[in-house]
C-alpha cells in the first residue's frame, strides 16, 4: 500500500515546488533599467538639459510590460498642459518607445511620470518615477516656401513672378509675430515695403508687396536672423533669387507681318547708311568702333545697299555713289597678294591689326567682301555708262585676289591669314564645317587664281570627316559639330550663296541649315542650363558681345546670352519659329533691344544684362536674309553670275 502511494506524493511535491517559483517570479519587482530621449540619458534625480525637441523617449525595463497597463502608467507634461502622445512596445515587449504628436516646444520644461499601475506580463509592479528635462532653444527652419504663379527652371531658377508680389512660407514653429518686419527684405530694381499675414497656429505667414515689382528684373529676397519663434528659436538667414515676369503689354503699335519686316529691315540698314566711315564709305566694326572699319562686314553692307534700293529707303543713284566710293577705297587701301585685312583705318586704308600677328591678309573677311561686291556687279546694269564702269572697277578687284596662293605654298587647303611680318605664323587652315564654304566657292570661281578641287576635298570636306550625321532633337545634322556650332555657320556663306537647291556629296545645305536652326531653337526651348528667358520664342545662339565681352554662343557654350540675329537671319529656314522670336523681341522687349539701328546686339536676361552695341557683322545678315526669305532677292542675283556657276561646277555642287 506505501508502495503505490509514493509516487501520488512525489508527483504532489513536485507541483508545489513549481507553484512556488511562479509565485517568486511574479513577485519579482519590475525596474527601469534606461530612460534617453534619443542619445542623452535622463537623470531621475535631477533636471536633464538641452534635449532635442523632435527625438522619441525610450525607457527599458527588467521583464516584458505588460501592454495594457501603459495607458494609465505613463504620462508627459509641460506647465502648460498635458502632451499627447503615442507609445509602442519593441519586440522584446521590454522596451517603451514614446513618441509626442509632432515636436515638443523649445525651450521648455517637462515632466515625465511613470506610475506603480505599470506592470510586467508577469504581474511584477512597478514602483513608480518622474523625470524633469528641458528642451533646447530650438531653430527656426522654413519647412515649405511657394510664390504665387512663378515657375522653375530646370536648374531652380525661379522665373515669371508676378508684380503683385505674394509668397508664403510654412516654418516648424509659430511666429513671434514682431519680428517680421525687420527680418524680411525685398530688393532689386525697387525695394518696396512689405506685409505680413499670419496662419495655421502662426505657423504660416503669407508675405505681399505693397507696390509692384518691376517688370523683367531680378530680385532677391532675404530673411535675416531677426526672425524668431514664439518661445525663441532662432533663424539662419537665407536668401532667394527670382525672377519677375515679363510685361505682355506691345511696347509699339502692332504692325502686320510684312510692315513688320519692313520696318525691321529699314530701320537695320541705317546702321549701313547713316554710320558709314564718311571716307570710305565702308562700314564700321561696331557703333563704338571710330575709325576702324571691318571688311567682312562692309561686304554685307554693299548687298544691304541692293535691298535699300528695292525696298525704296534709298534711290539707286544714292547706292550708286556710295558702291563707287567703296569700291575706289577698296583699290588704295592695304592688300596682301589681293586679300584685304580683317580691320582697316577709313580714313587712310592702312590695315589696323586684329590681333599681333593678323596684321596682314584675311581670306574668309575678303571672301565676305568678295561675295558682296559680285552680287552687287550681277545688280548692275552693264548699258548704263555709270554702272558698267563700276562693273570694270569690281571684275578688277576680284581678279587680283590671289585665292591659290593663300594654299600654304601649294598644300591642299586654304589657309586663313598671312602677315607681311609674320608670314603664315597664324597657321589657321581654313576647314570646314563652319562659315567658310563662300571662300572654297569663290577660290574655286576665281578666273584668274583657282584652286583646284582637290583643296576643298581634303582641306574643307576633311575627305568626308566634315560629315556629322546625328540626330539631334529630332533632327538630322548633316555636317558639322555636335548641334551645328554657332548659328553664324548657316547665315554667312549663304547671303549671296543660294542653298535651296543646293548639294555637294556630302550634304543638301538647305537641309543642312534648316537643321541646324531648327536644332538651335529646340535647344533654347529645353534650356538644360536654366538660363532665365530661353523659350520656343526667345531662342538664337551665335557670336555677339556677352556681359564679360565677345564669344561665340552655340549649344556648347551656353553663356545664357540670346543674339536676335540668330533667329531672325533664320527666317529663310524657320519662318515661323523666326517671326515668333520677332515678334517677341519687338513687341515684348523692344523697351530694351530696339534702337536707333534696330536690334542691339545681344541680351541676357539672367545677368539682367542688355547689350548698347551693334556690330556690322550681326546687323547686316538680319537684312539680307530676311530680303531672301520674302523675295530671295540677294541669292537670285548673286547665282547669276557665271563665274560663281563656274566655280561650283568645278567643286561637283548641283544647284
Not at 515676369?245 to 541705317?270: G, N, Y
Not at 571691318?294 to 534709298?314: D, K, N, P, Q, W
Not at 582697316?344 to 593678323?358: A, C, H, L, Q, V
Not at 548673286?638 to 556657276?645: G, I
Amino acid at each position: 500500500m506505501l508502495k503505490m502511494m509514493r509516487p501520488i506524493f512525489t508527483l504532489l511535491f513536485f507541483l508545489l515546488i513549481t507553484a512556488c517559483n511562479k509565485d517568486d517570479e511574479t513577485l519579482v519587482a519590475l525596474e527601469l533599467t534606461g530612460a534617453h530621449i534619443g542619445d542623452t540619458s535622463l537623470d531621475p534625480t535631477g533636471i536633464t538639459e538641452n534635449i532635442a525637441i523632435d527625438r522619441s523617449i525610450s525607457l527599458s525595463f527588467s521583464h516584458p510590460i505588460k501592454q495594457s497597463s501603459i495607458a494609465s502608467a505613463i504620462s508627459l507634461s509641460s506647465d502648460q498642459a498635458s502632451v499627447p502622445f503615442s507609445a509602442h512596445l519593441l519586440s522584446d515587449n521590454k522596451t517603451i518607445t514614446i513618441t509626442p504628436e509632432g515636436t515638443l516646444q523649445s525651450s521648455t520644461t517637462y515632466l515625465l511620470e511613470i506610475g506603480t499601475s505599470l506592470t510586467s506580463t508577469g504581474g511584477g509592479a512597478f514602483m513608480g518615477t518622474t523625470f524633469n528635462f528641458t528642451t533646447q532653444l530650438g531653430t527656426l527652419a522654413v519647412t515649405n516656401a511657394s510664390i504665387l504663379e512663378s515657375d522653375t527652371t530646370t536648374t531652380g531658377r525661379i522665373q515669371q513672378v508676378p508684380v503683385n508680389f505674394q509668397a508664403t512660407f510654412s516654418f516648424n514653429h509659430p511666429i513671434n509675430e514682431s519680428t517680421l518686419p525687420g527680418a524680411f527684405d525685398l530688393s532689386g530694381p525697387t525695394s518696396p515695403a512689405l506685409q505680413f499675414e499670419l496662419s495655421d497656429n502662426d505657423q504660416t505667414v503669407t508675405v505681399t508687396s505693397s507696390s509692384p515689382l518691376t517688370y523683367l528684373s531680378r530680385y532677391t529676397l532675404k530673411i535675416s536672423d531677426r526672425l524668431q519663434g514664439s518661445n525663441g528659436e532662432q533663424f539662419t538667414e537665407t536668401n532667394s533669387e527670382f525672377y519677375s515676369a515679363i510685361d505682355d503689354t506691345p511696347k509699339f503699335p502692332v504692325l502686320s507681318e510684312e510692315a513688320l519686316l519692313t520696318k525691321v529691315q529699314e530701320q537695320t540698314f541705317r546702321y549701313f547708311w547713316d554710320f558709314a566711315h564718311p571716307t570710305s564709305g565702308l562700314v564700321r566694326e561696331r557703333n563704338t568702333a571710330g575709325n576702324t572699319v571691318t571688311i567682312g562686314g562692309s561686304g554685307f553692307g554693299v548687298m544691304a545697299l541692293i535691298v535699300g534700293v528695292e525696298r525704296g529707303f534709298i534711290t539707286r543713284q544714292e547706292a550708286l555713289d556710295r558702291w563707287t566710293k567703296i569700291v575706289d577705297f577698296l583699290a588704295a587701301a592695304d592688300r596682301f597678294h589681293g586679300a584685304w585685312p580683317h580691320w582697316m583705318n577709313g580714313e587712310t586704308g592702312k590695315t589696323i591689326p586684329f590681333s599681333t600677328k593678323d596684321n596682314g591678309g584675311d581670306l574668309v573677311e575678303t571672301a565676305f567682301m568678295v561675295q558682296g561686291l559680285l552680287t552687287v556687279r550681277a545688280y548692275l546694269d552693264s548699258s548704263n555708262t555709270a554702272e558698267n564702269e563700276l562693273i570694270d572697277k569690281i571684275t578688277q578687284l576680284w581678279e587680283s585676289v590671289e585665292w591659290d596662293w593663300y594654299t600654304k605654298d601649294g598644300s591642299n587647303v586654304l589657309y586663313w591669314h598671312w602677315s607681311p611680318n609674320y608670314g603664315w605664323e597664324q597657321n589657321l587652315p581654313i576647314r570646314g564645317y563652319i562659315e567658310s564654304l563662300i571662300v572654297y566657292v569663290l577660290a574655286a570661281a576665281s578666273p584668274t587664281h583657282p584652286i583646284a578641287k582637290d583643296v576643298y576635298e581634303s582641306g574643307w570636306a576633311r575627305n568626308g570627316e566634315i560629315q556629322n550625321g546625328s540626330s539631334y532633337f529630332q533632327q538630322q545634322l548633316p555636317l558639322g559639330d555636335e548641334y551645328g556650332g554657332p548659328l553664324f555657320f548657316a547665315h554667312y556663306s549663304f547671303l549671296g550663296l543660294d542653298p535651296r537647291n543646293l548639294s555637294d556629296q556630302y550634304a543638301n545645305y538647305w537641309e543642312q541649315n534648316t537643321a541646324h536652326s531648327l536644332i538651335n531653337q529646340a535647344y533654347c526651348q529645353q534650356n538644360p542650363k536654366g538660363f532665365i528667358g530661353y523659350s520656343d520664342e526667345v531662342w538664337g545662339l551665335t557670336a555677339s558681345d556677352n556681359p564679360n565681352g565677345y564669344s561665340a554662343h552655340s549649344p556648347t557654350n551656353d553663356l545664357g546670352v540670346i543674339t536676335p540675329t540668330a533667329a531672325l537671319s533664320s527666317f529663310p529656314y524657320t519662318p515661323d519659329a523666326s517671326m515668333d522670336a520677332l515678334q517677341f523681341f519687338y513687341y515684348k522687349l523692344g523697351d530694351k533691344l530696339w534702337g536707333e539701328h534696330g536690334f542691339y546686339d545681344a541680351f541676357n536676361i539672367t545677368e539682367n544684362w542688355y547689350a548698347d552695341s551693334y556690330l556690322a557683322i550681326d546687323q547686316g545678315p538680319i537684312i539680307l536674309m530676311i530680303e531672301n526669305h520674302r523675295t530671295g532677292l540677294l541669292w537670285e542675283v548673286f547665282m547669276k553670275d557665271q563665274e560663281v556657276q563656274s566655280g561650283l561646277d568645278r567643286l561637283g555642287f548641283s544647284y
